[in-house]
Nanobody, 123 residues
Framework: VQLQASGGGLVQAGDSLRLSCAASGRAFRSYTMSWFRQAPGKEREFVAS????????YSADSAKGRFTISRDNAKYTLYLQMNNLKPEDTAVYYC?????????????????WGQGTEVTVSS
């Protein structure tokens, strides 16, 4: 499965963005999917995850109340709606799929990764 992230850009603090992650095949429908982000000079960190059915969602504290993860299995697409963006949200955002171990909050928990889409939030 190939994952293609898109939707990043340069926005101002308080703005919204919706990221998308398009998967190449129907196997997407069975995968737990997640978003991670990596700020300059920092390690990649967990943002949010969603089960294959969409019934179970986990979010990092930094995302709660502002970011919403969702998926459309008919379109093989994962989304991240980001509202009230802050300068500290500036990072490259990656989608990840197929949970292979752990709780899904670590980089090594996933088999497939998208190439990343850059989000820059100015103050």
């Amino acid at each position: 499965v190939q994952l293609q992230a898109s939707g990043g850009g340069l926005v101002q603090a308080g703005d919204s963005l919706r990221l998308s992650c398009a998967a190449s095949g129907r196997a997407f429908r069975s995968y737990t999917m997640s978003w991670f982000r990596q700020a300059p000079g920092k390690e990649r960190e967990f943002v949010a995850s969603i089960s294959w059915s969409g019934s179970t969602i986990y979010s990092a504290d930094s995302a709660k109340g502002r970011f919403t993860i969702s998926r459309d299995n008919a379109k093989y697409t994962l989304y991240l709606q980001m509202n009230n963006l802050k300068p500290e949200d500036t990072a490259v955002y990656y989608c990840a799929g197929q949970l292979v171990s752990g709780t899904g909050r670590r980089v090594n928990d996933y088999h497939y990764w998208g190439q990343g889409t850059e989000v820059t939030v100015s103050s």
